[in-house]
């Protein structure tokens, strides 16, 4: 089946700690995003990646950070410097079409 | 600054009606609008989407109409169904540059039997 996987689904982080949220895509994009979504804000961009090796900043963020070593994976990593970082968090992918595709998300909380 | 502004935030319709969900954009370089809906614990599937080169477009009971001059486009679902209960966003991007979606706040909808 080709899509986006997330993992883990459900994640529980004590202050303090950073975690790291996986994405791996078998839809051959370059494009790869990460959006968080808060009740009653839609989704808002963290970082986003149109090529391996090449990211950029979103809207909101300052308290992650980013990797793209490998077209197929977009590690997103939570630090502790993220104030407020209990979340449900969405990982993409965009093939040349501009379509979005959206993987089932990771639900984090911080204890 | 929000780009992409939507209402209702709520919307409560009975089976068989019409649901109509509003958005409103600012930045005029938007040239791509897509419709995104999402159940609870799942990640947004694409609706439907257009561009702004046309004025409406429909996809089954879906349909959405675009006006350019006013900066708005809105989704239309005919004849409701239970099953279409789920959360709405509207979205915009520009083909060109990062070509990240901007995301509305979403709409949600509950269709009652």
């Known amino acids: 089946d080709g899509g986006i996987t997330q993992s883990p689904k459900y994640l529980f982080r004590k202050e303090g700690q950073n975690v790291t949220l996986s994405c791996e895509q078998n839809l051959n994009h370059d494009a790869m995003y990460w959006y968080r979504q808060d009740p009653g804000q839609g989704l808002r961009l963290i970082y986003y990646s149109q090529i391996v090796n090449d990211f950029q900043k979103g809207d909101i963020a300052e308290g992650y950070s980013v990797s793209r070593e490998k077209k197929e994976s977009f590690p997103l990593t939570v630090t502790s410097a993220q104030k407020n970082p209990t979340a449900f968090y969405l990982c993409a992918s965009a093939g040349g079409g501009g379509e979005l595709f959206f993987g089932e998300g990771s639900r984090l909380t911080v204890l | 600054q929000q780009q992409v502004k939507q209402s209702p935030q709520s919307l409560i319709v009975q089976k068989g009606g019409i649901s109509i969900i509003n958005c409103a954009y600012e930045?005029?370089?938007?040239?791509?609008f897509p419709w995104y809906q999402q159940f609870p614990g799942k990640g947004p599937a694409l609706l439907i989407a257009i561009r702004p080169d046309v004025s409406e477009k429909k996809e089954g009971r879906f349909t959405i109409s675009f006006n350019k001059s006013a900066k708005q486009f809105s989704l239309h679902i005919m004849d409701s169904q239970p099953g279409d209960s789920a959360t709405y966003f509207c979205?915009?991007?520009?083909?060109?540059?990062?070509?990240?979606?901007?995301f509305g706040s979403g709409t949600r909808l509950q269709v009652q039997p």
């Open positions: 930045n005029t370089a938007f040239d791509y």
């Open positions: 979205a915009a991007s520009i083909r060109t540059g990062r070509r990240a979606l901007t």
